[in-house]
Structure formats: C-alpha cells, structure tokens
C-alpha cells in the first residue's frame, strides 16, 4: 500500500489513496455491526491521531520536548463545555465555539511559551510538565470562589455538535440505513483528521516547516542562517496547542461530561508514545502510531484478563497498568532501537543516528 | 508571629528534603546534561523499600529500638536504590549519550513511567500508611497561647540533611572521585584522555544521587507518613525546580534552591488565603513550586549561584 502511495505513476498514486479512503467508509459499518462500542473506541482513536499530529508539531518538527501537551486539549475541552452545556447556560454551535478553543488554546501556548522558549530544550521538557500540573489544579480547585469548573466533579450535560437541525449525537435512518451518534461523529472526525493532516504536510514543506526543521537539527546553526529562532518556537508551540484546543473541543462533545480526571500526565505520556511510536515528524507514522496504541487498552481487555482468569483464576494485572507498563517500554525501547519510529522519515533518520 | 515561625520550621523541613533530592538531579545534570526524570521515582522507592522493612520488623520484632528500626530500614533502602540507578543508567543513559539530546530525555519518562507501574503492582494503587516508630516528641519554639512547635523527627530530617550535603561537598571537592567528576562535566573527551574512567564516573554519580534518594525516601515517609507509587513525582517535579532556582549543576545551589522552596511553599500555603481575601486556599500550595520555576527562568535562568554557560553546540 505504502508502495502504491510513492509510485511515481499519478493514477496508480490515486488507486493507492481510493483503497485507503474506502477502507476508512467501510471501517465504520463494519464496526457498527461488532458493537457501537467500537464505533465509540475508533472515534477516540481518531480523536488521538489529531491530537498527536498537534504534538507532532511541537516535538516532531521543532524538536521540542512538550510534556504537558495534555493541558492544551484540557483547556479546549473547558472552554468548549463552559460555551454549550447547561452550567453557564450557554448553548453556541460548535462551528463557533472550536475556533475559539484553538484561540484560546493557542494563547495559553503563547503565554507558556514567551518566556520558557529562550532557554534550552530540557528546561522546556519540566515547564510543560509543571504547566500540565498548573492546569489541573486550576481545574481542580476553580469551583470556588466562582464556580468556573465546577471542580472534581466535572461539567456534564456538554451539547452534540449540531449543524442547522442535524444532531450529530442522535440516531436516525438516513439512506435507509440506521445512523448511530458515534457512526456520524467518526465521519467528522475523519474529515477534521484528513483536514488536519492536509494542514500539517503544507506546513512541513513551507518556510516555515523548514526553519523548523532547521532548528530541530542545530538551533544555533539556524540562527546564524538569520532564522529568528524563538519565534519560530513559539509558533510551533502555538499551532501544536490549537490542534490540542480544537481536539478538546471535541472530545468535550464527544463524551458529553469532563472532569480533570481525563487530563492528567499520564495521557501527555500516552500522546508522546504515539508520535514516538510513529516517528517523530513522521506524519503518517503518528497517526498511525495514535491508532495503534488507541487500540491497545482494548485488546488487552479482550485477551489479558480472560488470560490471567484462566491461569490465575483471577485478575491479578489490570490491563490499565499493563497498558501504562508497555507506554513506557515502547518509549525506552524505540529510542534505543528504532529512534525514528515505525515509519522512519528519511531527514529524521539521519539526524537521530548516532554521530561517530 | 507564632504562625509565621511554624510555618518557617516546616518549610525549612520540607526545604531539607527538596535539597537533598535536588542534589540528585543536580549532579546527574551537572555531570551529562541529562534531567533525570526518573529521580522521583528512585526516591518514591526508596521510600516504598523502607515502608517494606520497617512494616516487617514491627511485625515480628516489636522489641526493637525504633530507632535501630529506622537505621536498618534506611541501610536496606540505600543498596536497593543504588542499584536502580546504576542499571537505570546502564540500560537506559549510556547508549544515548552520542544521540541528540530528546532521546535520553524521552527514554527517561519511560523509566519514570515504567517504574512507577511497577510499584503500583507490587504495592497496590492505594496510599500507604508509613509505619511511624519513633514516637513523636514536641517541643515548643516559642511561648504565646499556639506555640511554633518542632518535632524530633524534623529535627532530625534538617540534621541529616545537613549532614549528608556536607559529606556530599566533601567528596566532591576533596576525593580523587569528586576531582574525576568535576573533570567529567567540564570535558568528558579531555577527562577520557587523562586517564579518568568516565563510565564508572558518571555510574557513580547515578548511585551516589540514588542513595541520597533513598535517605529522602525515608524522611518523606516519616514525615508525611503517607507514601503513593505517585508521591515521588511531584516531589521530583519540585526538587527539580529547587536544583534549576539554585543554579542547576551547582551542589550548594541545590541546597539553597531546596531550602528557599520549601519555605516559599509553606509560607505561601499558609499565607494565600488571607493575602487574597479566601479567594485561594492551601490547596494551591503545589502551584506555587512551577510559578516559581517559570520565575527563575525568566528573570534568571542560570539559577541564584549558577555560572551563565552558553549552549554547548
């Protein structure tokens, strides 16, 4: 298929992308039949390849190691939630609304960012961390004296997307064929993605993509080249965190309650593996990387636990720590053995190499 | 007044425990320019080791001196810890050290993480009550109607502390080994050259950091008496920004940068309510950690003691 894709021959190319593009039509329905509980996990999973094609942006292409990505998608998700659910009263369409959690989640990045990104990576790596932290405590404790959040309790009752009368949240026949929620959501979501990743592949190959680029290979060369290096961070940071912001929106709508709980460190872990896992700056490969590791807490449902019941006669390893467990391996083990992830791209291949 | 200086004994308590795990980040980073971010986590199981020992040895040797009981606990923790990090660094460090410099920090939330699941499978998710042997004296520090008071066991959390920072400037400044690290982290290729073995070095530098941990393990679990396969991460989180407030690299930075953090965190959670009118309360008190990170960074990023260094290409 990879090979179709590459082919030098225009038509052939097209044949490779109409297979793709079929496959993901048909995904659905056959999910559908399974369960639309799998409908609902392949949204989520779709909704973690956009939200690690925005860190990719961030980590892939700046080579900026951001560990509180998490807090930008917490932030597009409040923000979403506090515009269209009941607790403020506020019900605005969701063509408005995602536009301003990426301003909004872009501002928080812009405020992170200015002072932090002057200074060397690493320091970078703990900010973000401490920011994540920042966030959720905020999150946690803003329910008072003004109840902004809500606190530990989260905002429910968040509104469906709607678009001038058609609920993407509710089941109907459309075609003669019966349309749950999540069926309607996922071709959304497909189209932000795809949308997303258009964006994304314009942005590697422009001026900008190349200061990055630059930058993530030797800052201080790309500066001597007259590139105004702190800007172009920033920028990175900026975009990464709206694509976090618009995925919060989302994922707000999605499930339709949050709490702080959904925004803790360990899903910034769980994004970085998946852009790891599929190699950094890679777009393809993160998106890949997203769909894989979206997909193994639930077969590790189906196959641990019934395995560990047989042998153990109960459930001695939950498959969530066993899934915790294999995010950190894979982060240890791809970069000692495969650096530049799944899908290696040929620049990032050679910068990770070791220098002899 | 009284509240003022109860709040400054706790703050110097926990600012002891910041600087003794801040010298672990700070001589791994000084050493190879590398955030150790599974530190905590060393420290967290330096903790849970000790937990272990000592829940076993009021179990079947109630007789013993609680303080005998500590020593043992700590003289187990200590090895174990030592050998976390010296594999740690082996498995996870040392084919890095030639990549560029994300992949070491990206292998290291990987230890941190794995690590940590580790230990909530032995341990369970829960928090753990630390055993508390030694029975708590209190003395008071001043006389008004609510004296400041100070425990035994944050006197002795601030003298051992004190203790080791000096026995660590000792030997780093007056053994053949500490003269060997200086000369790693000024030039690992030229120390190589003079005949220094830089991968013992710096796995020494790992088990010395790791073996500090371990004590801070154990003053954390007598002091809060609660212990979580969580509890070594912000506290690694925060000890780090203690090593970055007092110039990172730096031995005497960290302990100074420990020291004011502790302090600006207890005086800032008792105090936030009442300068912001109940607005915020204690609960913040985790914040005030990160806020001061980000403040160092800007107004002063090569920390209180630390030389500006240029990036090295």
Same mark, same amino acid.
């Given at each position: 298929?990879?090979?179709?894709?590459?082919? /030098?021959?225009?038509?052939?190319?097209?044949?490779?992308?109409?297979?793709?593009?079929?496959?993901?039509?048909?995904?659905?329905?056959?999910?559908?039949?399974?369960?639309?509980?799998?409908?609902?996990?392949?949204?989520?999973? =779709?909704?973690?390849?956009? $939200?690690?094609? @925005?860190?990719?942006?961030?980590?892939?292409?700046?080579?900026?190691?951001?560990?509180?990505?998490?807090?930008?998608?917490?932030?597009?998700?409040?923000?979403?939630?506090?515009?269209?659910?009941?607790?403020?009263?506020?019900?605005?369409?969701?063509? =408005?609304?995602?536009?301003?959690?990426?301003? =909004?989640?872009?501002?928080?990045?812009?405020?992170?960012?200015?002072?932090?990104?002057?200074?060397?990576?690493? !320091?970078?790596?703990?900010?973000?961390?401490?920011? @994540?932290?920042?966030?959720?405590?905020?999150?946690?404790?803003?329910?008072?004296?003004?109840?902004?959040?809500?606190?530990?309790?989260?905002?429910?009752?968040?509104?469906?997307?709607?678009?001038?009368?058609?609920?993407?949240?509710?089941? /109907?026949?459309?075609?003669?064929?019966?349309?749950?929620?999540?069926?309607?959501? !996922?071709?959304?979501?497909?189209?932000?993605?795809?949308?997303?990743?258009?964006?994304?592949?314009?942005?590697?190959?422009?001026?900008?993509?190349?200061?990055?680029?630059?930058?993530?290979?030797?800052?201080?060369?790309?500066?001597?080249?007259?590139?105004?290096?702190?800007?172009?961070?920033?920028?990175?940071?900026?975009? @990464?965190?709206?694509?976090?912001?618009?995925?919060?929106?989302?994922?707000?709508?999605?499930?339709?309650?949050?709490?702080?709980?959904?925004?803790?460190?360990?899903?910034?872990?769980? =994004?970085?593996?998946?852009?790891?896992?599929? @190699?950094?700056?890679?777009?393809?490969?993160?998106? $890949?990387?997203?769909?894989?590791?979206?997909?193994?807490?639930?077969?590790?449902?189906?196959?641990?636990?019934?395995?560990?019941?047989?042998?153990?006669?109960?459930?001695?390893? /939950?498959?969530?720590?066993?899934?915790?467990?294999?995010?950190?391996?894979?982060?240890?083990?791809?970069?000692?053995?495969?650096?530049?992830?799944?899908?290696?791209?040929?620049?990032?291949?050679?910068?990770?190499?070791? /220098?002899? | 007044?009284?509240?003022?200086?109860?709040?400054?004994?706790?703050?110097?308590?926990?600012?002891?425990?910041?600087?003794?795990?801040?010298?672990?980040?700070?001589?791994?980073?000084?050493?190879?320019?590398?955030?150790?971010?599974?530190?905590?986590?060393?420290?967290?199981?330096?903790?849970?080791?000790?937990?272990?020992?000592?829940?076993?040895?009021?179990?079947?040797?109630?007789?013993?001196?609680?303080?005998?009981?500590?020593?043992?606990?700590?003289?187990?923790?200590?090895?174990?810890?030592?050998?976390?990090?010296?594999?740690?660094?082996?498995?996870?460090?040392?084919?890095? +050290?030639?990549?560029?410099?994300?992949?070491?920090?990206?292998?290291?939330?990987?230890?941190?993480?794995?690590?940590?699941?580790?230990?909530?499978?032995?341990?369970? +998710?829960?928090?753990?009550?630390?055993?508390?042997?030694?029975?708590?004296?209190?003395?008071? &520090?001043?006389?008004?109607?609510?004296?400041?008071?100070?425990?035994?066991?944050?006197?002795?959390?601030?003298? &051992?502390?004190?203790?080791?920072?000096?026995?660590?400037?000792?030997?780093?400044?007056?053994?053949?080994?500490?003269?060997?690290?200086?000369?790693?982290?000024?030039?690992?290729?030229?120390?190589?050259?003079?005949?220094?073995?830089?991968? +013992?070095?710096?796995?020494?530098?790992?088990?010395?950091?790791?073996?500090?941990?371990?004590?801070?393990?154990?003053?954390?679990?007598?002091?809060?008496?609660?212990?979580?396969?969580?509890?070594?991460?912000?506290?690694?989180?925060?000890?780090?920004?203690?090593?970055?407030?007092?110039?990172?690299?730096?031995?005497?930075?960290?302990?100074?940068?420990?020291?004011?953090?502790?302090?600006?965190?207890?005086?800032?959670?008792?105090?936030?309510?009442?300068?912001?009118?109940?607005?915020?309360?204690?609960?913040?008190?985790?914040?005030?950690?990160?806020?001061?990170?980000?403040?160092?960074?800007?107004?002063?990023?090569?920390?209180?003691?630390?030389? +500006?260094?240029?990036?090295?290409?």
């Amino acid at each position: 298929m990879t090979n179709l894709l590459k082919s /030098e021959n225009p038509s052939l190319r097209w044949l490779g992308f109409g297979m793709i593009a079929l496959a993901l039509i048909a995904l659905p329905f056959a999910l559908q039949w399974a369960g639309t509980a799998w409908v609902r996990i392949a949204n989520l999973a =779709v909704l973690f390849a956009l $939200l690690s094609v @925005g860190l990719n942006i961030v980590v892939g292409f700046a080579g900026l190691l951001d560990l509180g990505y998490i807090a930008f998608f917490a932030v597009g998700a409040y923000t979403y939630a506090l515009l269209a659910s009941p607790h403020f009263g506020l019900h605005l369409p969701f063509y =408005v609304i995602l536009p301003i959690c990426a301003a =909004v989640a872009c501002l928080f990045g812009v405020l992170l960012g200015a002072p932090t990104l002057k200074l060397r990576g690493d !320091y970078l790596a703990i900010v973000t961390l401490g920011f @994540g932290e920042i966030i959720r405590i905020l999150m946690n404790n803003l329910s008072q004296p003004i109840n902004i959040t809500n606190g530990p309790q989260g905002i429910t009752g968040i509104d469906n997307f709607t678009f001038f009368g058609f609920d993407f949240g509710k089941k /109907e026949e459309i075609f003669g064929f019966e349309w749950s929620g999540p069926l309607k959501y !996922y071709f959304l979501l497909v189209a932000i993605l795809m949308l997303a990743v258009m964006v994304n592949f314009r942005l590697k190959n422009s001026r900008i993509g190349r200061a990055w680029e630059a930058i993530r290979e030797d800052e201080i060369a790309a500066r001597a080249m007259g590139i105004d290096t702190t800007k172009m961070k920033l920028l990175a940071f900026a975009m @990464g965190a709206s694509f976090g912001g618009v995925a919060g929106g989302i994922f707000s709508a999605l499930q339709g309650f949050i709490s702080p709980e959904s925004f803790v460190l360990g899903e910034s872990i769980i =994004v970085l593996a998946m852009v790891v896992l599929g @190699g950094m700056g890679n777009i393809w490969g993160v998106v $890949l990387g997203a769909v894989l590791l979206s997909f193994v807490p639930e077969i590790l449902r189906y196959t641990v636990e019934p395995f560990q019941k047989m042998v153990l006669g109960q459930v001695w390893i /939950e498959p969530e720590i066993i899934r915790m467990l294999l995010f950190g391996l894979a982060l240890v083990l791809m970069m000692l053995y495969r650096p530049a992830g799944m899908l290696p791209s040929a620049v990032r291949k050679r910068e990770l190499a070791k /220098e002899e | 007044m009284d509240t003022f200086i109860q709040q400054l004994i706790n703050g110097v308590t926990l600012g002891s425990v910041y600087a003794v795990v801040a010298l672990g980040y700070t001589m791994v980073y000084g050493i190879i320019q590398l955030i150790n971010f599974a530190h905590g986590d060393v420290v967290m199981i330096g903790g849970m080791i000790s937990y272990t020992v000592l829940t076993a040895l009021v179990a079947s040797n109630p007789a013993l001196s609680p303080i005998l009981m500590v020593v043992i606990a700590t003289l187990v923790a200590i090895p174990l810890c030592m050998g976390i990090g010296f594999t740690m660094e082996r498995i996870a460090y040392k084919p890095l +050290r030639k990549a560029p410099r994300l992949a070491p920090l990206i292998t290291a939330i990987g230890i941190s993480i794995i690590l940590q699941h580790l230990v909530m499978i032995i341990f369970s +998710r829960n928090n753990l009550a630390y055993p508390q042997v030694i029975p708590l004296v209190t003395y008071n &520090v001043t006389s008004g109607a609510t004296p400041a008071t100070i425990t035994n066991i944050q006197i002795v959390i601030i003298i &051992v502390s004190i203790l080791m920072m000096l026995g660590l400037l000792y030997l780093v400044h007056r053994t053949k080994l500490g003269i060997a690290m200086r000369a790693v982290s000024q030039n690992q290729q030229v120390a190589g050259l003079m005949g220094v073995d830089i991968n +013992r070095v710096i796995s020494y530098t790992f088990m010395i950091g790791a073996a500090l941990g371990a004590v801070a393990g154990v003053m954390w679990g007598s002091y809060y008496g609660i212990i979580h396969y969580t509890s070594g991460f912000i506290l690694g989180l925060k000890a780090f920004s203690a090593a970055v407030l007092g110039g990172i690299g730096n031995l005497a930075g960290a302990m100074l940068g420990g020291l004011l953090l502790g302090i600006i965190e207890a005086l800032g959670a008792g105090y936030i309510g009442d300068l912001t009118g109940g607005w915020f309360g204690s609960n913040y008190q985790d914040v005030f950690a990160f806020l001061v990170l980000i403040a160092v960074l800007i107004f002063r990023p090569s920390g209180l003691l630390g030389e +500006r260094v240029g990036d090295r290409a």
